[in-house]
Structures are given as C-alpha cells and as structure tokens.
C-alpha cells in the first residue's frame, strides 16, 4: 500500500515559499496550542532558504519550537556545506530566532561521525515522538535526507523495521560523510512535507512514483503518513 500523497503545484517558488511556510506554521502553532510545545526537522540545500525565511517570520511561539535536521554533512559549522549553518543564517531568524536548535554534528567526533551516532541519536530521541513536522528535500539523484543510491547504510536506513534513529552514510554522490535521520524516524511524524523545484525533480519523482528505483520512492511506498508534495516550477 502507498502513502496518501497530496499534490501542491505552484507557478513559482515565491508562492510556494509562503504556502508552505504559513501551512507550516499553522502545523506548529496547533501543536503548541494542543501540548504546550512543537517540534520539526528540516532538510539543508539550497531548496528550502526563501521558504525558511517566510517561516522565520510567522508569528508563533517560537520558544517552545525544537528545530532539528533530517540530515547532515559531516562538516562543523564554519564549513559553508553546513546544513546546520544555512538553517542558522536563514531560519533562526526574525520571529524564530528565540527558537531551540538541534544541529546534528558533533565537534567531540569531529574526525568520526560513526563514533558520535550513539550520542546524537539519543539527543535526537530526547525531542519526543512524533516530531510535529517533517520537511523533506530531494535531489535530482532521487536521493532524500541522505539516502542517496549506492549509500554503504542505504538499505539499513531504508528498512522499515529499523529501530535506530541516526546512521552514517557514505555514498560517490553525497561528498562528505554524512548522518541522517533513518526512515522510520523520519515518518515518525505527525505531518511530512517534501518540498521539490524544477522540471526535473518532478520527473524524477513521477518516476518514482512509477515504480522506478530511487530512494525517495521508499517515502511514496510507505503507508505510516501522507506525504504532502509542495512543487513549483
């Protein structure tokens, strides 16, 4: 059985940007309402920057939102690859920039990311489950978060019946090692965006969703969430 996929087309990515941003918001702001407080995790790239600073602007209390990442290159901060630093520089801003930030790389493991996924995954956990919102990306290898084809853990993360949050993935596409959350984790979620531009990525995606062999089409397969596909031109 596949996921509930709801399709959201845009003539271009500023209405996108604000679309998603205010549906997010709204996600957010209801789930603080309903339990005193939000948490989402966010992908890096540069898909996602004009819809962050949208975001960062909504008014919420953004103090009691935890914002944390999907995924990460293995790169500290200071490194312009960081998906952490784009979050920083465009997210914990304005509105949001009162809001709590999980960056998923550790200086202790600087030289080893595999060393600091134990401690990383118990911090990730710390956040409580369900996250409240997950917002996706996807790159025109069909990769998301950092399952890319080929990955040394791809199948591992991929695995449904997995029970680890985070893992290491090394891959000729991604560049630097990387973590990631693993998929269950990332559908354990109680709203999930994938936020896609281009002609191309949305071939790649009606590929998948086809039946053709790309990590992001483990997200179309499952039936844990819907999946709301934001897309502009």
């Known amino acids: 059985m596949n996921a509930k996929i709801h399709q959201h087309d845009f003539a271009d990515k500023l209405t996108l940007a604000d679309a998603l941003a205010r549906d997010i918001a709204g996600k957010l702001d209801a789930a603080i309402k309903a339990r005193g407080k939000a948490s989402i995790a966010v992908s890096g790239g540069g898909t996602p920057k004009v819809m962050f600073a949208v975001l960062a602007e909504q008014e919420i209390d953004w103090s009691k939102v935890t914002i944390t990442l999907v995924d990460e290159r293995w790169v ?71 399952f890319f084809p080929g990955g040394d853990h791809l199948a591992e993360a991929l695995d449904l019946n997995g029970t680890r949050s985070v893992l290491s993935m090394r891959a000729g596409g991604a560049g630097e090692p990387r973590i990631t959350l693993s998929l269950p984790r990332v559908l354990d979620t109680r709203t999930l965006y994938l936020h896609i531009e281009g002609a191309d990525k949305k071939d790649v995606l009606a590929k998948a969703q086809a039946g053709e062999d790309f990590p992001i089409a483990a997200v179309l397969k499952q039936d844990r969430v819907p999946v709301d596909v934001y897309w502009a031109a």
């Open 76 to 146: 500290d901060e200071d490194n312009e690859r960081s998906n952490a630093r784009m979050v920083r520089n465009t997210l914990i801003a304005h509105e949001a920039h009162v809001a709590a930030f999980l960056p998923l790389f550790d200086k202790a493991h600087a030289d080893d990311v595999d060393a600091a996924l134990e401690g990383v995954g118990e911090k990730v956990d710390a956040l409580g489950k369900p996250f409240d919102v997950v917002v996706l990306g996807m790159g025109p290898d069909g990769h998301t978060a950092s």
